[in-house]
């Protein structure tokens, strides 16, 4: 299976992102990974925990908003095991976002090109062998922004389009054997959040994880590791009937009709 975004920004002694907790959780249940990711770096720290839990991963450094590097991420996974069953895409960037008003457009296109081309070529490449073989799971990581309200224009229209090029997705590949699903995250501890709202607003760490946990219906914040199990869910036999889902990971906070204006999402 593949793993793209496998790494994280933020150093591994701050916590696991979503990407690392879903390569490791992948592993724990017997797969066999080609990590990818942009950062070298950080793709080595993702390789080095999997090996501190007894397990091995292909790397490969790869950047999906560019075509060649899917085919060659694909390439590398069907030279190396035969076939892919499973992709799980946890790209995504909300930097340099802005309201309308001030929007810088090449940061738009980054976002955009990121959050949702790279889904899209992504996908794309992995159709192949999937329909070759009659079976595969793909599932992409959105974000509550895609329906609530928050501060980010780029990064909520790029999340809300992601989920409807996923649902478009499963419709067109179901008679392929090929179900694609998408993940809405809501507010998750993980180092990217916490470490991106304190350099955004200066808030002490503390105060933003205490205002985070104060919107959840639940109480308090998810865990990068109840996304990944998520994750290994949809890619299992267990949910073989379930395509074109667009699932709230979230602890209950669409359920608040109205609710104020939420942070950035994890």
């Known amino acids: 299976m593949i ?12 916590g696991l992102g979503n990407g690392r907790a879903t390569a490791l959780a992948f592993a724990d249940a017997g797969a066999a990974l080609v990590l990818a990711n942009r950062s070298e770096e950080s793709l080595e720290s993702t390789l080095q925990l999997l090996d501190e839990h007894g397990h091995k991963a292909h790397p490969v450094v790869a950047d999906i908003t560019r075509e060649a590097d899917c085919r060659r991420i694909v390439e590398t996974a069907t030279d190396r095991f035969g076939r892919i069953d499973v992709v799980h895409n946890n790209v995504g960037i909300g930097l340099d976002d802005r309201p309308t008003v001030s929007m810088d457009v090449d940061a738009w296109r980054h976002i955009i090109e990121v959050n949702l081309t790279g889904a899209m ?6 159709l192949g062998p999937m329909h070759e073989q009659g079976s595969g799971a793909i599932t992409h990581v959105g974000s509550i922004a895609a ?16 989920s409807e090029f996923t649902r478009a ?15 809405l995250l809501g507010l998750i501890d993980t180092p990217m959040a916490i470490e991106g709202c304190h350099r955004l607003t200066g808030q002490p760490r503390a105060d933003i994880r205490a205002e985070r946990v104060r919107r959840v219906p639940l109480g308090r ?6 996304v990944a199990k998520v994750a290994v869910f949809l890619a299992s036999d267990d949910a073989s009937y379930i395509t074109g889902a667009v699932l709230p990971v979230d602890g209950g906070l669409l359920t608040q009709v109205g609710a104020p204006p939420l942070p950035e999402p994890g």
């Open 147 to 162: 329906t609530a309200s928050v501060p980010y224009l780029a990064y909520k229209v790029s999340k809300a389009a992601l």
């Open 121 to 126: 070529l992504l996908s794309k490449h992995v």
């Open 221 to 226: 914040m998810g865990r990068a590791n109840e």
């Open 169 to 183: 997705l499963a419709f067109e590949n179901a008679r392929h054997g090929v179900r694609c699903n998408v993940l």
């Open 3 to 14: 793993v793209a975004g496998a790494g994280q920004r933020e150093p591994a002694e701050l």
